[in-house]
Every structure is written in C-alpha cells, then in structure tokens.
C-alpha cells in the first residue's frame, strides 16, 4: 500500500516556475515507477511524466519536453516535477500516482494523490 500526497501547487504568472512534490508513504516506495497527470476543467485527465523506479529513465510527453523535468529522490520517498517557462493552459489539477512500471496510460498505475492545483495567470 502506497499513500501519496502533492505539494508545491499554487498561483504564478506566465513564464514563471513551479516544483510539485508528491511524498509517498510506506516501504516500497523505491519499488514504484512513479507518475505525473494533469486534468484541466472540462477535460480528461492526461500524461504528463513518468520515471522509473531507480530513476534511471524518465519519459515526458513530447509537448511539454523541455519545459516540465520529473525527478525522484527514493531516500526521501519523493518525487517532483520542475515546471518551468508555464503557460496559462498548464493550469491544471496535477495528480502523481505509483505504478509498477512507467507508463503514459492511467490504467498502469494502483496508487494516486488527491492533487495540487496549479493555476498560471497571463
């Protein structure tokens, strides 16, 4: 059993940064790729960053590359998401789950987060 709860949302300006913490309860947490989702109002819940468990490969979706870096640190039982240059449609719920492997589909993952809002203004 993993229990995970997101931290780090807020309200920021266009162009600034944001970093989300998602703290994991438990053991096993090392065991656990770990996941990044998002879901605007109105709109399904989608992929944003998955890592593998040692942290060893980590996977974006291909629109937010280079702006959006996942990151964990197992010792801490943690994992972030550096969100940088944000845009207004990044507002979002961002939801991190635990899975066993890194995956861009919601059905691959046992364990979520009750969510951190982040809300960019322009």
């Known amino acids: 059993q993993v229990q995970l709860v997101e931290s780090g949302g807020g309200l920021v300006q266009a162009g600034g940064s944001l970093r989300l913490s998602c703290a994991a309860s438990g053991r096993t947490f090392s065991s656990y790729a770990m996941g990044w989702f998002r879901q605007a109002p109105g709109k399904e819940r989608e992929f944003v960053a998955a890592?593998?468990?040692?942290?060893?490969?980590?996977y974006n979706t291909n629109s937010l590359k280079g702006r959006f870096t996942i990151s964990r640190d197992n010792a801490k039982n943690t994992v972030y998401l550096q969100m940088n240059s944000l845009k207004p449609e990044d507002t979002a719920v961002y939801y991190c789950?635990?899975?066993?492997?890194?995956?861009?589909?919601?059905?691959?993952?046992?364990?979520w987060g009750q969510g951190t809002q982040v809300t960019v203004s322009s």
């Open positions: 789950a635990a899975g066993l492997r890194p995956s861009t589909y919601k059905r691959e993952y046992d364990y």
């Open positions: 890592i593998s468990w040692s942290g060893g490969s980590a």
